[in-house]
Every structure is written in structure tokens, then in C-alpha cells.
């Protein structure tokens, strides 16, 4: 079969044959459909991410993905092992897969789970968003941004959804679907500190990190110190930068809390749920058009091109075998 293959470390796959997948453990042997392009395959695949560490090479990358199974079935599964979904056909384990609608699309339902379970977990857990709650969101013209801001307020009924980001075209767009106001990046220390000495931030959803994450803390903090009020902060992406520099005065002067969202961070039952109650929701809620996420399907024998290419804002790349 052809597939794309990794064949040492820190180098692009290559599309070329590779021996058929072998059923083994419960698992079987399905048909490719569609296999979202994201940084966690990137990661895992090119041996930088620590859910690949013990892999041995070659590597196909494609961490999850839509299949159809020997019955016919086409469910969306994950893939977190050596042998990916970069391939026209994949070993894979039918339990806790799940069902994808017969009204959508296999590359949508591809595309959907990796952001939308990351928004669904930050703002259910992490975060803890109630009805009223006053949620910002910076770095929100991603796709995992665009899709927490769409949930913000449709599924946990925050009161008002802030966003923030680079691209101005994403930023007007973002508040036809949810947003009350968008800020660009440049102007986010001063609109944070004034809006939250209006009315509170009760969470805040960090996908950048870097120096955003530090003006927005600092804005955060400056309200005052006796006017205290709980805002929870989620750092989940670190597209901005890897690391902050963060002055012990902040979080002594202000009721901010500090989490993270990724592997090792979130509950198992908590990640179980998401993929499960959380994403048959959300597929419902694309069928309906009331959840609005946008593609670009590539075919499979393309992946040496699309591997390093700027993936276009707010677009998620599906590779298609």
C-alpha cells in the first residue's frame, strides 16, 4: 500500500510503499478515509513530541483520523502509535471509536476532534466556564481558538466571549459566530485592563503563550488589589513562544490561577468524556451548521509538499489517501 513514511528522525515523511497493516489485539484492519495534518502529528512524528518517545522507525505519522472499518462502519479514531493514519489502510482498535454521522463529511469529521475536544476540555474543565461567565480567549483566530470561541457561548452559555489575535479578516469573522469583541493583538494590554476592571474576566484561554500570555497577565493584574475576583487562566498552545517571564507580584495581587490542557494534564474520564458525549454534540452541531470549521483536503501522494507548508489561518489541512 502507499503511505507516508518517516524514516529518520527530524525529517519530512516521504510518500512511498510500506507493507500492508497486520490486525492484532483486537484491532483491525480499516480503510483510511481522511487524516487531519496537525502540530501533534507533526510533533510525534518527527520524534519531538514525548508521546512518541519508544517509537522505533519508520514512523507513519496521522495520530487520528476518520476510518472505515470491515463492516462497513466509518467512525473517527485514534492512532497514538508508530503506525498512523497516513496511509491508505491502518490497524486500529473498533472499541471507543465513534461514530461518525451519515450528514458529515469524512474530512470535517476528521478535522473536528483534535480542536474541538482541546476547546471542549478547556472550557468544561479547566477553565470551568458557567452560564454568565465573562470568558477571554487569546490567540482565538487558530482553529482550536476559533472553535472554543464558537462553544464559549452555545454549548457552556458563557455571558461574554472576548477574543483576541493577529489576523484582522479571522477577528471579524470570529464575532459573527460568537464573539462580542475581538482585539487585536497590539491593542490587548490596554482593552483587557479596561474590560476587566468593567466586568471581570472569569476565565481566560491562552493558545499563544510568549509575550501575549505576559500582557494579558499584567493587564489581568492590574485591577487592583483590593478588588479581588477568581480568574482562571488555561495555557494550552505556545505558538508566541515556550516560555514567559512572570513577576511573583502578579500572582500575589491578583486571584488569577494557572493550568495547563494537554496530554498528562487532563482526568482519562474527563478526556473519555469529551471524545464521547462532547463529540457526538459537536457533530450534531456541524450537520446543523450551527458549528463552523473550515477545511482543506490534500491528497496523500502531496504530503511531501504540504509537510512543512504554513497551514492557511484558521484552516485545517486533511490529508486524504
Known amino acids: ?33 481522511a487524516s487531519p495534518l496537525t502540530n501533534l502529528t507533526r510533533g510525534v512524528a518527527l520524534g519531538k513530541h514525548y508521546a512518541s518517545k519508544g517509537f522505533e522507525l519508520p514512523v507513519i505519522p496521522g495520530v487520528d483520523g476518520v476510518v472505515r472499518l470491515p463492516d462497513g462502519a466509518r467512525v473517527y479514531t485514534n492512532v497514538l502509535g508508530a503506525k498512523g493514519l497516513f496511509a491508505e489502510r491502518a490497524a486500529v ?20 476532534p483534535n480542536p474541538g475536544v482541546s476547546a471542549w476540555v478547556s472550557l468544561d474543565h479547566a477553565a470551568a466556564v458557567s452560564p454568565g461567565d465573562h470568558v477571554l480567549i487569546v490567540g482565538a483566530t487558530g482553529v482550536t481558538g476559533a472553535m472554543a470561541t464558537q462553544l464559549a457561548k452555545s454549548v457552556f452559555g458563557a455571558g461574554r ?12 469573522w470570529l464575532r459573527s459566530v460568537g464573539a462580542d469583541e475581538a482585539i487585536p493583538l497590539d491593542e490587548l494590554g490596554e482593552r483587557v485592563g479596561a474590560l476587566h476592571r468593567e ?19 499584567a493587564a489581568l493584574a492590574a485591577r487592583g488589589i483590593s478588588r479581588y475576583h477568581p480568574t482562571r487562566f488555561v495555557q494550552v498552545g505556545s505558538m508566541a513562544g515556550e516560555t514567559i517571564t512572570l513577576p511573583a507580584a502578579i500572582l500575589r ?21 469529551a471524545h464521547t458525549e462532547g463529540l457526538s454534540r459537536m457533530f450534531a ?7 463552523q470549521l473550515l477545511t482543506k483536503a490534500v491528497a496523500l501522494s502531496d504530503i511531501e509538499r504540504v509537510w512543512s507548508a504554513a497551514e492557511p489561518s484558521g484552516v485545517r489541512i486533511v490529508v486524504t489517501p
Not at 507516508?4 to 478515509?33: I, K, L, N
Request: one cysteine or more; glycine letters at 10%; hydrophobic letters at 45%.
Open 1 to 33: 500500500m502507499k503511505a507516508a513514511v518517516v524514516e529518520e528522525w527530524g525529517r519530512p515523511p516521504v510518500y512511498t510503499d510500506h507493507p500492508e497493516p497486520r490486525a492484532s489485539g483486537g484491532a483491525v484492519v480499516a480503510t483510511v478515509e
Open 93 to 112: 482498535r473498533p472499541d471507543g471509536a465513534v461514530p461518525v454521522p451519515d450528514d458529515v463529511d469524512s474530512v470535517t469529521a476528521a478535522a473536528l
Open 161 to 172: 466571549v472576548v477574543v483576541a489575535g493577529r489576523n484582522t479578516d479571522r477577528l471579524a
Open 199 to 217: 466586568r471581570p474576566f472569569d476565565a481566560v484561554l491562552d493558545y499563544v503563550w510568549g509575550p501575549p500570555a505576559e500582557t494579558a497577565l
Open 253 to 273: 495581587s491578583c486571584g488569577i490561577t494557572m493550568r495547563g490542557v494537554g496530554f498528562g494534564s487532563v482526568p482519562p474520564v474527563v478526556m473519555a468524556r
Open 285 to 291: 452541531m456541524v450537520a446543523a451548521g450551527e458549528l
